[in-house]
């Protein structure tokens, strides 16, 4: 059966500090590999989706950046953080049906 | 602009009524809906889906209807129990495979 993981499950950054998330999927090949953000009062933001290693298609312009350096893996990046860039984020996969997301990473930026 | 609107934020409903959950959509190109369940500080969970080829999708408690003249879908849950309360979103997607979500209603059971 398919998994998927994130790491961390929280993290604290101050502003101006990088981030790195990851992303990663068993038990299946190509994956379409998705990033969302739930912030406060608000719902789902798709902030980037990827169809294949080293295609990254982006939502909403941000301070964010997202990869795909394996099949199963996904990794959301930030040079530099701002506050506004607190939430939850989520990584989802699909094989073109349902989507399913993994546990999250509640960011907390200071 | 947003696609799919839940325009009811909360909703509550006592234990063992109907609960029905509202969703609009503005884009005649979604051909597939689906509703998550998200409890706090976890990722959604697919509950269920319909295509637009069908309007009514059944699923135990849990069913969904598509009225796609008036971009239209709901979610019914009944009987309602108190480990349904959580927030729910209603999604849609075309066929691009990038899947549009509402911003979710915080549904409760009251006992």
């Known amino acids: 059966s398919q998994t998927i993981h994130q790491w961390p499950a929280t993290l604290v950054q101050p502003v101006g500090s990088p981030l790195s998330l990851e992303c990663t999927v068993e038990g299946t090949s190509n994956p379409n590999l998705y990033w969302y953000r739930q912030a406060a009062g608000r719902g789902l933001q798709l902030l980037f989706y990827?169809?294949?290693?080293?295609?990254i298609s982006s939502e909403v312009p941000q301070n964010l950046s997202a990869s795909r350096p394996q099949d199963r893996q996904f990794i959301l990046s930030s040079k530099k953080l701002l506050l506004s860039d607190s939430g939850f984020y989520l990584c989802?996969?699909?094989?073109?049906?349902?989507?399913?997301f993994g546990p999250g990473t509640r960011l907390t930026v200071t | 602009d947003q696609q799919v609107k839940q325009n009811s934020p909360s909703l509550s409903v006592q234990e063992g009524r109907i609960s029905i959950l509202n969703c609009d959509y503005t884009?005649?190109?979604?051909?597939?809906f689906l509703w998550y369940k998200k409890y706090p500080a976890e990722g959604p969970t697919f509950l269920i889906s319909i295509s637009s080829i069908k309007d009514k999708n059944e699923d135990g408690r849990f069913t969904v209807f598509l009225n796609k003249s008036a971009k239209h879908l709901s979610l019914h849950i009944v009987p309602s129990q108190p480990g349904d309360s959580a927030v729910y979103f209603c999604a849609a997607s075309d066929r691009d495979d990038k899947i549009i979500f509402g911003k979710g209603t915080r549904l409760h059971i009251l006992p």
């Open positions: 884009n005649s190109m979604f051909d597939y």
């Open positions: 990827s169809v294949g290693i080293g295609q």
């Open positions: 989802a996969w699909s094989d073109g049906g349902e989507q399913y």
